[in-house]
T-cell receptor, first 120, second 113 residues
Framework: GAVVSQHPSRVICKSGTSVKIECRSLDFQATTMFWYRQFPKQSLMLMATSNEGSKATYEQGVEKDKFLINHASLTLSTLTVTSAHPEDSSFYIC????????????????FGPGTRLTVL | QKEVEQNSGPLSVPEGAIASLNCTYSDRVSQSFFWYRQYSGKSPELIMSIYSNGDKEDGRFTAQLNKASQYVSLLIRDSQPSDSATYLCASPAGGTSYGKLTFGQGTILTVHP
């Protein structure tokens, strides 16, 4: 399988501060990455699609000015939660599709280990 | 109707039994299907991918795809307590293999000793 990393794995911050989360594809290049949020006992919710070299595409209801996404290179996307508040506390997960030449499925999508954000 | 739907849960099976997880989809252009396992507090882990009609086996896991009936299933043989997790069926949108995933609601599996 592929490896996608995230940093930090856990962050606790005060209300009003900004938090940056990094997502890296370690052994492949990813022109597209995806950012999800998951609240306890709920399903994954796609927040946005990160596109290398162009603006991110946000899902309906996600504030693009609050959740800033930058796809700086073919292996790195960052999500910045600006002016975080307690309701932003959640589990943030990124994913990236990797082309798999064998098997015919095309791309398989791999998830990072997630970042648990707690805003006090 | 949701684009990807998983059958009712939670599912509880005894250790050593076969666990059967099912998923139906509505978009006929969907080409690829994935099964993810998610342990509580962890991110999803890809365990099976399938794009051809029929069965695909990997160890104790078998994925089955029937495009005519628009369903995909996952069988777990010789279930172990460590298989207890939420299983997610997913397919990339729009018939691509690299697009954003559409997930089913997940099936919680519990394997009891």
């Amino acid at each position: 399988g592929a490896v996608v990393s995230q940093h930090p794995s856990r962050v606790i911050c005060k209300s009003g501060t900004s938090v940056k989360i990094e997502c890296r594809s370690l052994d492949f290049q990813a022109t597209t990455m995806f950012w999800y949020r998951q609240f306890p006992k709920q399903s994954l919710m796609l927040m946005a699609t990160s596109n290398e070299g162009s603006k991110a595409t946000y899902e309906q209801g996600v504030e693009k000015d609050k959740f800033l996404i930058n796809h700086a290179s073919l292996t790195l996307s960052t999500l910045t939660v600006t002016s975080a508040h307690p309701e932003d506390s959640s589990f943030y997960i990124c994913s990236a599709p990797k082309f798999v030449p064998a098997g015919g499925v095309g791309n398989e999508q791999f998830f990072g280990p997630g970042t648990r954000l707690t805003v006090l | 109707q949701k684009e990807v739907e998983q059958n009712s849960g939670p599912l509880s099976v005894p250790e050593g039994a076969i666990a059967s997880l099912n998923c139906t989809y509505s978009d006929r252009v969907s080409q690829s299907f994935f099964w993810y396992r998610q342990y509580s507090g962890k991110s999803p882990e890809l365990i099976m991918s399938i794009y051809s009609n029929g069965d695909k086996e990997d160890g104790r896991f078998t994925a089955q795809l029937n495009k005519a009936s628009q369903y995909v299933s996952l069988l777990i043989r010789d279930s172990q307590p460590s298989d207890s997790a939420t299983y997610l069926c997913a397919s990339p949108a729009g018939g691509t293999s690299y697009g954003k995933l559409t997930f089913g609601q997940g099936t919680i599996l519990t394997v009891h000793p």
